[in-house]
Structures are given as C-alpha cells and as structure tokens.
C-alpha cells in the first residue's frame, strides 16, 4: 500500500536555494505603494526571507539598473544606505529612512548582502538578493 502510493508521487519542480536573500516587496511607507516609487526622506520596506544583515560583509544598496534592465555589474557605482540607520533587521523585513542620494528619474534594483545564515551563524562568504520591480525617486 505503501509502494502503491509512493509510485503515484508526482515531483513538478525542483527548487535550488543557496541562501540568498530574497526580496518579495519594497514598500513606501510614506504612500503604502509597493510600484516601485518611493518617497525621499520617508522610510522603505523591504519584505521577503532571510534579509537579516549581520556578519563581516553585509548592507543595502541602490544599484543602477543598465538601459536592458539588468542591474549594474560595477559595485564601486552602487549607493550604500547607511546601516546605522536600519530601524528593523529581521530576517523578513528589513526598514530604514531614504537618505541615499540616488537620482530622481533613474531607475534602480535594492540589493541586500548579508553573511548571516537562516540558522544565525555567519556564513563563509556573503550573498546577495536584488529586488524584480525597477525602483524609481518620486
């Protein structure tokens, strides 16, 4: 019986994860707006699963987004957020003010990075998770 109902398992995917962040929504806590429009001087939301940053390598940056929509390969042009700044680190959300100087009109992703596992230790080497919706400076 056993058998019968394990040859009847049927796999539709198979899901590889290494851990990365993983960025579900950015939210406008000014407007409640998760478009991908934000509001400078007002705080931001980042939802999703293992965001929490900690470790020897680890932040939240604006990365420019290439006309083709890929985002910038050259890190020394990502804009830092200021860590000292991030009102809540959890491991599913991630909040802090948009004091980052990035440009009204350009279009850029959030990439997290963190060094900190789903279990709490710090990983070997960091990874990182880019937002899908292009951000832009209302």
Do not use: C
């Not at 009204?104 to 880019?130: D, H, L, N, W």
Request: proline fraction near 5%; glycine fraction near 8%; hydrophobic fraction near 35%.
């Amino acid at each position: 019986e056993a058998q019968e109902a394990i040859s009847r398992i049927v796999v539709d995917a198979v899901t590889f994860t290494d851990g990365s962040p993983v960025i579900s929504s950015v939210t406008d806590l000014k407007t409640k707006k998760t478009d991908g429009t934000l509001s400078a001087g007002y705080s931001v939301r980042i939802g999703g699963h293992a965001l929490k940053l900690g470790g020897s390598d680890n932040g939240i940056w604006f990365v420019p987004l290439n006309d083709d929509g890929t985002v910038e390969k050259d890190e020394s042009k990502w804009i830092a957020v200021d860590t000292s700044l991030v009102s809540r680190n959890d491991p599913s959300t991630l909040e802090f003010p948009l004091y980052a100087p990035i440009v009204p009109g350009m279009k850029y992703a959030i990439a997290v990075r963190t060094s900190i596992s789903k279990s709490g230790t710090e990983r070997k080497t960091s990874v990182t998770g880019f937002s899908a919706v292009p951000l832009t400076l209302a």
